[in-house]
């Protein structure tokens, strides 16, 4: 296996660990370590993958970071009755160039993914996310990419990539390989109208921090259609995390983080999963404990992931159909987990990338919509996206 971008755990990091139960989780980690090397990887189903690269923050100024302490703090909580076997491979230090520290990246996930493990990225900026994504070139024909935000991070794709404009970067380079664009929790003083109305016109999602506040159930069918998840712990409230890290009074609490979290592993699409814009600072206990609290919600959730989408066998499924305006809206629900998924009609003349794209996830509440004669949003979206 060619990981010769990844440097061990610190040997700090694993003399604290000696120190932690047994139980913990820690202990139950297959970790890369000077003394031992890269650990095997049969069997792995997830493996935490840092990240040392901040270059392209906006703010940049120079500043190093590690993340021992989030590794620390991870070790030390106790893991759920879990069957997945997790690895830590270590950290992608800083190439000579960001394009280096890119190239890095693409590369180990797209090792990863293809053995079937999914990377937790912890990062330094966000635009990792652009890498992330490059990784699915010779995966899958089309990526969906969640970004839970409280900006959509489109930017100027004419300027170089920033931590604040990478998104406009992964829309217009090629190949051109991403279907669907979603962010949760964004903060509409945060961004420009101009760009509201682009994420309107390009059929991508776009859900307000108070949506979620109201109800965090309506994320998981978002999530179950997702390949990427990218978080920006801009979107957690100043609140939440220490000194560093405080962006706004307003965002996400750390019950929402987790419950996202959690979804996105529950989803069996979910192929990678990151975590952005960490800045340590001396009072750094609440950011790293959020963190490492966010990924043992995800391993928490994908240890409860259910093969609920084979709509061959007509016994696992209940079907309906429902007329809104004249369009006739098919639904399934999956018998074995109460999943709702609605279904796209597939456009004979339009490109064949999308044929896996005609069932989407929804939830309950969009099939009582459709019986009040009410199209669901994310439905008229992916069917306007299909007939572009």
């Not at 620390?72 to 879990?82: C, R």
């Not at 990338?353 to 009040?372: E, F, S, V, W």
Request: aromatic share 12%; glycine share 6%; proline share 3%.
């Amino acid at each position: 296996m060619n990981f010769n971008f990844l440097s061990p755990v610190s040997d700090m990091v694993l003399a604290h660990n000696e120190l932690v139960s047994s139980q913990a989780l820690g202990r139950k980690l297959r970790i890369h370590s000077s003394q031992n090397g890269i650990p095997d990887l049969d069997n792995v189903n997830i493996a935490i993958v840092g990240v040392l690269e901040n270059r392209n923050d906006v703010n940049y100024i120079g500043e190093e970071f590690q993340l021992n302490e989030i590794r620390k703090t991870l070790y030390g909580l106790f893991p759920g009755s879990w069957g997945a076997t997790v690895a830590d491979l270590g950290d992608i230090n800083k190439g000579e160039s960001v394009e280096d520290t890119y190239f890095a990246l693409k590369t180990t996930v797209s090792i990863l993914v293809k053995k079937n493990i999914i990377p937790i990225i912890i990062g330094g900026t966000q635009d990792l996310t652009y890498a992330n994504y490059r990784a699915y070139d010779d995966i899958t024909p089309m990526v969906n990419i969640v970004n839970v935000d409280s900006k959509f991070d489109l930017g100027d794709s004419a300027k170089p990539i920033k931590n604040n404009s990478f998104v406009g970067k992964i829309i217009l380079d090629e190949p051109y390989n991403l279907f669907n664009y979603a962010t949760i929790g964004y903060q509409t003083y945060f961004n420009s109208q101009e760009e509201i109305d682009l994420m309107d016109k390009l059929y991508f999602e776009a859900y307000r921090l108070g949506q979620v506040s109201k109800d965090v159930t309506f994320v998981e069918p978002i999530m179950r259609d997702a390949n990427l998840v990218s978080i920006d712990l801009g979107s957690v409230k100043g609140s939440e995390l220490s000194l560093n890290q405080k962006i706004s009074p307003n965002g996400l609490d750390g019950k929402e983080i987790c419950a996202i979290a959690r979804y996105a592993g529950i989803s069996n699409k979910v192929s990678s999963f990151g975590i952005y814009e960490y800045k340590p600072s001396k009072d750094d206990e609440m950011t790293s404990m959020l963190i490492a609290q966010i990924i043992w919600y995800f391993i928490e959730g994908y240890n409860f992931r259910v093969m609920d989408d084979d709509f061959s066998d007509e016994t696992s499924y209940q079907k309906f159909i429902t007329l809104v305006d004249s369009q006739e809206l098919v639904f399934y629900k999956s018998n074995k987990t109460g999943r709702w998924w609605i279904e796209i009609p597939f456009l004979a003349e339009v490109n064949n990338k999308l044929k896996r794209h005609t069932l989407l996830p929804c939830m309950h509440q969009d099939y009582l919509d459709a019986c009040n004669n009410k199209v669901p949003d994310r439905w008229y979206k992916a069917f306007q996206k299909n007939s572009i």
